[in-house]
């Protein structure tokens, strides 16, 4: 079976500091993985998507970046944290579909806050 | 822009009653899905609903597309304090799912 794994669970950061959020899947090759932010109120915020190793979609503009190394591992990062990256940070995959039929798994989260 | 409105935002009830929750937009979804997220935990998928007028049952839940594929319904019978949660829809278009701001929904015992 499929398992999504996503570290830290918490994590406090300060202003200004770097930011590496490490997600990994196992038991499926050649997923779409999917980085996603959820503030309080505002629902799931789409940041990144990758169809394949390399290969990154940025749908909104911030100072965040994503990298996928590996098949089956998404990393998260900033240079330097800014008070408004805080926020719960979900990590997700899917099986390969037609856009809008992606069924999404997604991990335990981060709760990352920036003082 | 597309966007899928939640209602109501929180909803509190007593373990018995029933409830539904609504998923609205103004646009035409190819396909629509209804997540649960606890707190701390990421959500969980609990139907796709693809044909408009679909209804789905899963055990005490109903969901519902309705006939355009523009809005969604899920309506729990005899609500239990294990369904307590973010109910999250999310629409499917030519682009990414676009999620839903959610309805908290909380069963007191």
Known sequence: SQTIHQWPATLVQPVGS????????????????????????????????????GQISSEVPQNLSASRPQDRQFILSSKK???????????????????????LFFGSGTQLSVL | TQLLEQSPQFL?????????????????????????????????????????????????????????????????????PGDTGLYLCAGGSQGNLIFGKGTKLSVKP
Not at chain 1, 36 to 47: H, I, P
Not at chain 1, 89 to 100: D, I, M
Not at chain 2, 20 to 29: A, D, G, I, K, P
């Open chain 1, 81 to 103: 944290l800014l008070l408004s990256d805080s926020g719960f940070y979900l990590c997700a995959w899917s099986a390969r579909r037609p856009y809008g039929r992606e069924k």
């Open chain 1, 18 to 53: 770097p930011l590496s959020l490490e997600c990994t899947v196992e038991g499926t090759s050649n997923p779409n993985l999917y980085w996603y932010r959820q503030a309080a109120g505002r629902g799931l915020q789409l940041l990144f998507y990758s169809v394949g190793i």
């Open chain 2, 12 to 80: 509190s009830i007593q373990e018995g009653e029933n409830l539904t929750v609504y998923c609205n937009s103004s646009s035409v979804f190819s396909s629509l899905q209804w997540y649960r997220q606890e707190p701390g935990e990421g959500p969980v998928l609990l139907v796709t609903v693809v044909t408009g007028g679909e209804v789905k049952k899963l055990k005490r839940l109903t969901f519902q597309f309705g006939d355009a594929r523009k809005d969604s319904s899920l309506h729990i019978t005899a609500a239990q």
